[in-house]
């Protein structure tokens, strides 16, 4: 009887173990978004045509090569917040702008994109960029 609690109670071990290993595996933490292969694709799809050198909107440059530099870190114009406040996206105007709650932050203006919304797998692809730090990948 002793020996089949010894089995039943390494069995136990084997099973914790291995649910252990699993949960560590499935809960490593997603890649943070390339701002280059994600974020900038966004961007270009619905922000760049306002937004671009000539012509941009509140002087916010969107295109590549110019967007990173010109969101991360950098006051909004409209309102006391950053743009884009790495690790904080409800820090981020970026994030009220396209949510849409800009004037609840003492912003202005109206919510972007202009005339409509980004589809929600986007608003979460930079939420979670903003969020995982926004780093420039």
Request: hydrophobic content about 40%; proline content about 4%.
């Amino acid at each position: 009887m002793a020996k089949m609690n010894q089995r039943i109670a390494f069995k136990g071990m084997v099973f914790v173990a291995a649910l252990a290993a699993f949960s560590v595996v499935n809960s490593a933490e997603t890649p943070p978004a390339s701002f280059a292969r994600r974020i900038q694709p966004i961007l270009d799809a619905n922000c760049v045509a306002c937004h671009q050198t000539g012509s941009a909107q509140q002087g916010l440059i969107l295109e590549a090569g110019s967007s990173y530099s010109n969101l991360v870190g950098k006051k909004s114009q409209q309102s006391s917040l950053d743009l884009v406040h790495p690790g904080a996206a409800d820090l981020s105007y970026l994030i009220h702008k396209l949510r849409g709650s800009q004037l609840s932050m003492h912003g202005s203006g109206a919510q972007m994109p202009l005339g409509g919304s980004l589809e929600a797998s986007d608003l979460e692809a930079i939420i979670s960029w903003i969020e995982s730090g926004a780093r420039d990948n």
